[in-house]
C-alpha cells in the first residue's frame, strides 16, 4: 500500500507535464477577429480558473486585455457545455469536467504594436497576452501553438517559439510563452550568422527587397556592435534571435523588448527612414542583455494579473538610452556631432524636468506603471521618458506666441537637426522655422535654467533650416511661444 502512495506521489509532477495546447485561426481576419482554442488536459482542481491577462512582459501598467474577449464557451473532452461563471472581468471558472477542459473564444484585435494584437487580411501581428488564455495551475505546464494559415494568403510564422516538424511551436511553459510575440504574414525573412549566434529578420513592409537587405545590414552592424559592448552574445534558447518588424502605415509606432527577440512597428518607409529606424534597433536589442538577463528582481517572476513595480528602470531603461545612441555612433551609423546633440537634447530635459526636484530616479521608476499607457490608448510616454524625457517623447499639443522681448544674449534657439545656435533678435517679431516632411523631432528652445522650458509641437516634420530662412523653403511657418508643455 504505501508503496502504491509512493508510486502515485511520483506520478503526479508528470501529470503536470501534460502540454496546454493552443490552436487559433483568422477565418475573419478582415474584421480583426482571430479564433482561439485552448485545451487542458489532466485538470486536477473541480474549478479551473482561466484568466486573461493585465499586463504584458516590458510594461508596467494595466491593459486590461480581457475587454477584446467575446464568444467565450467551454466544453469537456466529449464536446458537453460545462459550467461558467466570471468572478472578474478578466476570469472566468469552469466547473463540471471530467479532466479535460477546452476553451473557445473570439479575440478582437485592430492595434498592431508591442502591446497588442493587430489582425487584417495582410497579417496577424499577437502579442500573446493579448491573445491567449491561461490557467491558474498550469503555470509550470509546457506550451504547443499550432497557427491555421489562411488559405491562399502567403503567409509565414515568425517568433522565437520553438517550431517542429508537425507545424507547432512550443515553449517550455507560460511564461516563455507570453514573452514570444508572433508575426504572421508574407513578410520578408533575412538570416546572418555571427559566430555561433544566428539573427533572423522578419521585415513586414510595402518596400523592395533591397531595401530590405540594406536594413538587414544596418541591423547586421549594430547586433556585432553591442556584441562588443557585453563581450558575448546572449545563448539564445532556441539558437537564433528574431527581429520582428512591422513598417506600415496601419500600424503604432512602438518598440518591446522579449527574451530572444523584439517587436518593432512604425509607420515610415524604409527608403526614406531606415536610418532613423535603426535607432529603435539599437534600443531594443540592448535590451536582450539589460533587462533580459540582467534583471531586476522585482520583476521576477513577472506577474499577469497585476501591474509591474519596479524601482530600478533607471538602470534598465537608463542605461539602455544611453547605449543605444552611442552604439549607433560606433558603428558608423550617426555622426558625432548628432550624437553628442541628442544626447545634450537628453542632459537637458532631465535638469530642467521639475519632477527631479520631487522624486529621485527609484521614485520615477516605481511610476512607471502610470504612464507606461495605463490611462489612454494612445502613443504614451515610453517607459526610458522617465529617465530621459525627450529621447522617445509621445505627442504634444501645439504651442505658439510672438518672440518674447528680451535681450538677445538670454534667449537661444536650437534648430533640430543642423543644430545651430543663433541669437534671438528683441523685436517681436514672430520667428520661422522651414520644416520638411519626416521622422518625428521636437524643435526646442532653451533658456536660462531658472526659466520655463519651451517646446514646439511635435509632428511628422523635421527642421530643415534655423530661423529667418527664406520663405520660399518653408511648408510651415509655426510661431512658437514660452510655457510649459502639455502631452496631448
Known amino acids: 500500500m504505501k508503496l502504491c502512495v509512493f508510486l ?9 507535464q501534460e502540454p496546454v495546447r493552443y490552436e487559433i485561426r483568422f477565418p475573419n481576419a478582415i474584421h480583426h477577429e482571430a479564433e482561439v482554442r485552448a485545451t487542458f488536459s489532466a485538470v486536477r482542481q473541480t474549478v479551473l480558473e482561466v484568466l486573461m491577462s493585465r499586463s504584458s512582459p516590458g ?3 494595466l491593459h486590461e486585455f480581457p475587454k477584446n474577449v467575446y464568444n467565450f464557451k467551454a466544453t469537456d473532452g466529449q464536446g458537453h457545455a460545462l459550467d461558467i461563471s466570471q468572478p472578474s472581468p478578466y476570469q472566468w471558472n469552469v466547473s463540471g469536467h471530467k479532466g479535460t477542459v477546452i476553451v473557445e473564444y473570439t479575440v478582437f484585435g485592430d492595434r498592431a504594436d508591442g502591446t497588442y494584437a493587430g489582425i487584417d487580411t495582410t497579417h496577424a501581428h499577437l502579442n500573446l497576452p493579448a491573445t491567449l488564455v491561461w490557467a491558474h495551475g ?10 491555421d494559415i489562411p488559405e491562399g494568403s502567403g503567409w509565414k510564422i515568425a517568433t522565437q517559439l520553438a517550431s517542429h516538424p508537425d507545424g507547432t511551436w512550443s515553449a517550455p511553459n507560460m511564461d516563455r510563452m507570453m514573452d514570444s510575440p508572433v508575426e504572421i504574414s508574407a513578410h520578408a525573412l533575412i538570416e546572418w550568422k555571427t559566430g555561433n549566434s544566428q539573427f533572423r529578420l522578419a521585415l513586414h513592409h510595402r518596400g523592395t527587397d533591397e531595401e530590405a537587405a540594406a536594413f538587414a545590414r544596418l541591423c547586421q552592424a549594430i547586433t556585432a556592435e553591442e556584441e562588443g559592448v557585453w563581450g558575448a552574445f546572449p545563448q539564445y534558447d532556441t539558437g537564433a534571435y528574431t527581429f520582428l518588424i512591422d513598417y506600415l502605415p496601419y500600424v503604432n509606432g512602438d518598440g518591446m523588448e522579449h527574451r530572444d527577440s523584439t517587436v518593432i512597428a512604425g509607420t515610415r518607409d524604409l527608403r526614406n527612414s531606415a536610418s532613423g529606424a535603426i535607432g529603435t534597433v539599437a534600443h531594443e536589442f540592448f535590451h536582450s542583455w539589460d533587462v533580459k538577463r540582467i534583471r531586476p528582481k522585482s520583476l521576477e517572476p513577472f506577474d499577469f494579473e497585476r501591474a509591474n513595480m ?3 528602470l533607471w538602470f534598465a531603461e537608463g542605461f539602455t538610452s544611453y547605449y543605444g545612441p552611442l552604439v549607433m555612433k560606433r558603428s558608423g551609423l550617426q555622426s558625432l556631432e548628432r550624437f553628442v546633440r541628442s544626447l545634450g537634447f537628453t542632459v537637458s530635459a532631465v535638469m530642467t ?3 527631479r526636484q520631487v522624486f529621485n530616479v527609484i521614485d520615477m521608476s516605481r511610476h512607471a506603471p502610470f504612464v507606461d499607457a495605463a490611462t ?8 526610458s521618458s522617465l529617465i530621459t524625457p525627450t529621447a522617445k517623447r509621445s505627442r504634444w499639443e501645439p504651442i505658439s506666441r510672438s518672440a518674447p522681448n528680451s535681450p538677445a544674449k538670454a534667449w537661444t534657439i536650437g534648430c533640430a537637426p543642423c543644430g545651430a545656435n543663433t541669437p534671438i533678435p528683441t523685436s517681436p517679431t514672430p520667428w520661422t522655422i522651414c520644416r520638411r516632411p519626416s521622422v518625428k523631432s521636437p524643435a526646442r528652445i532653451s533658456r536660462p535654467s531658472s526659466s520655463p522650458t519651451i517646446f514646439m509641437a511635435r509632428s511628422r516634420w523635421i527642421t530643415k533650416h534655423c ?3 527664406p520663405e520660399s523653403c518653408c511648408e510651415k511657418r509655426p510661431t512658437l511661444r514660452s510655457g510649459p508643455a502639455r502631452r496631448a
Request: charged share 25%; hydrophobic share 40%.
Open 467 to 469: 530661423w529667418r530662412a
Open 59 to 61: 510594461r508596467y501598467a
Open 376 to 383: 489612454t490608448r494612445r502613443t504614451p510616454p515610453t517607459r
Open 353 to 355: 524636468a521639475p519632477g
Open 8 to 16: 502515485s506521489f511520483l506520478a503526479l509532477p508528470l501529470l503536470a
Open 310 to 312: 519596479s524601482g530600478e
Open 138 to 147: 498550469f503555470e509550470k505546464s509546457p506550451v504547443s501553438l499550432k497557427f
